[in-house]
């Protein structure tokens, strides 16, 4: 018998060229009501620094935030980036929205920078930071229960057991996080919706080597993917269209001979060698009707041995990604 599959949301925020950080963060709340709505697991925000088209910056205040507007949905992060604060600054944090939602938060961590070295100077970091992310790991799990690795230093709040704790979930593109997450016997998130090479292997290697532990007796793996999901397949390729551009333009646009590339540049780009390099990140994209994307889905989850999907609309407009958000979801209802 076929398991249900069970989908998530990851969303990134996205502040457009017409909008303010007020309109921006209105509509994060406004998708993830859509989701709480529609019947998706979780909603999952990510740590990104210096990027003035990302408005999650402030992760666990946005959590709180968005936790405060829905009623059912889990809110978390995914993920923060934990080379970038101390365990005990983070443990506090989700400490404190798991008391403010118990039982609705969770907390996705990531070894990468979420900027460049300049963001790590500005958060008086360094890249070697990312050294100690092992270690880091398990000092945090520890301080969510009450215990510490510090002796005399405690995190406050803090869940009365282990059970209570907020779940930990490691993020990764790579075989590393893949090998600590089986290690600690945490689940797993791999972001294919953006970086699909390893996706296969990692899983592999999660899953053979997994040991279990006090927070979870299976293995358990979750694999991102992107949506774009309209009741007319030409609308829903039309905006996959237009958001690949609008990435790559960016992207173009970075350094001292910055200017304004048409359509047909863009296009021309993503066919030569150095362009293809950036298409393929959108490997795993699901793009058409609902039965099309659901289609999509299933296959995916079962080749990518994953229990979970996280989604993520990329629709440049707030009523197309919600939209995409809830018909990508229909079965669901």
């Not at 996205?14 to 509509?27: F, K, N, R, V």
């Not at 408005?55 to 666990?60: M, N, Q, R, V």
């Amino acid at each position: 018998m076929t398991m249900p599959l069970t989908l998530s949301v990851l969303d990134l925020a996205p502040i457009a060229p017409d909008e303010t950080p007020s309109q921006a963060l209105a509509h994060t709340v406004r998708l993830a009501n859509a989701a709480d709505q529609a019947g998706y697991a979780r909603i999952w925000y990510a740590e990104h620094h210096n990027m003035p088209t990302i408005a999650s910056s402030a992760t666990s205040v946005l959590i709180a935030h968005v936790a405060a507007h829905t009623e059912r949905i889990r809110v978390g992060a995914g993920g923060i980036m934990l080379p970038n604060h101390s365990p005990l600054t983070i443990a506090e944090q989700f400490g404190t929205l798991g008391a403010l939602h118990p039982g609705r938060i969770d907390l996705g961590l990531g070894r990468a920078p979420g900027g460049d070295r300049a963001v790590f100077a500005a958060l008086r970091r360094s890249p070697s930071d990312s050294d100690r992310f092992p270690d880091d790991v398990a000092e945090l799990r520890d301080y969510r229960a009450g215990a510490s690795r510090v002796p005399g230093v405690q995190s406050v709040p803090h869940a009365t057991s282990a059970a209570d704790a907020v779940p930990l979930y490691i993020l990764g593109s790579s075989l590393f996080g893949a090998q600590l997450a089986a290690a600690l016997g945490l689940p797993y998130a791999f972001a294919s919706h953006f970086a699909p090479n390893d996706l296969h292997a990692a899983v592999r290697v999660y899953r053979d080597t997994f040991k279990p532990s006090d927070a979870l007796a299976q293995p358990y793996v979750i694999a991102g993917v992107s949506v774009f999901a309209a009741e007319d397949s030409d609308d829903a390729a039309t905006q996959f269209t237009a958001s690949r551009r609008r990435r790559v333009r960016a992207m173009m646009q970075r350094g001292p001979v910055a200017r304004e590339f048409s359509d047909a540049e863009i296009d021309a780009f993503l066919l030569s060698p150095g362009g293809a390099q950036i298409a393929q990140m959108a490997r795993y994209t699901a793009v058409g009707t609902p039965g099309d994307v659901r289609d999509y889905l299933e296959d995916f989850a079962a080749k990518a041995h994953a229990d979970e999907l996280i989604t993520v609309h990329g629709a440049l407009d707030v009523a197309d990604r919600e939209r995409s958000l809830r018909l990508a979801a229909s079965p669901l209802a």
